[in-house]
């Protein structure tokens, strides 16, 4: 059993797709740390809701983002935490978080990487500039979280089309739907150990480790 650990800033839709998908005993792991660095995130809620520790933990405490960023894998670690999920966490992880959790970090991002990702691409950002280049596609990745900002080897990908009548809007709902059920995907394959980096590239072996 993988013991997951999730860090979110805001409602946490991503974070609810992977508590209902271990819900249906589909994953060999549990979320047993949420922590949010803000005090109102909904996904703390969502937590609490089904019996999942949910924290916030408050970067203003630290003398700075390295401290913090310590603090988080003492938490994580304190709980023998073995898998990090980003579900819409807005913060950068410090090089030690990484490094103390390399290759253990998932991330969610809502465009096809490497379009649309990197500094300044989050939120309605992303798809607004998916518009305004007249895409004819977009999507979902999740990826492994290196020091770059959405540079880590891709798990998963999945697109969609852009419609002509779309705005950022609409077309954040219908990649939103996307990421839901993605993250969880990669999640189970991780648990499952089916998630192989070779060369900065991913490979997902068929058979159950
Ligand atoms: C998602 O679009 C995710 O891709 C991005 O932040 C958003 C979080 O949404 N990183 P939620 O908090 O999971 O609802």
Known sequence: MVEIGVLISGGGSNLQAIIDE??????????????????????????????IESIFIDPKKFPGMEEYNLELVKEFKKRNVDLIVLAGYL??????????????????????????????FYGLKVHQAVIENGCKVTGATVHF????????????????????DDTAQTLQKRVLEIEHEILPKAVRLFCEKRIEIQDSRTRISEVVI
């Open 22 to 51: 271990i819900g249906k005993g589909d994953i060999r792991g549990r979320i047993s740390l949420i922590i949010s660095n803000k005090e109102d995130a909904y996904g703390l809620i969502r937590g609490k809701n089904v019996g």
């Open 91 to 120: 913060k950068i992880l410090s090089k030690e978080f990484i490094d103390y959790y390399r290759n253990k970090i998932i991330n969610i991002h809502p465009s096809l990487i490497p379009s649309f990702c990197g500094d300044g």
């Open 145 to 164: 979280v290196d020091e770059g900002t959405d540079t880590g080897p891709i798990i998963l990908q999945k697109s969609l089309e852009v419609k002509d």
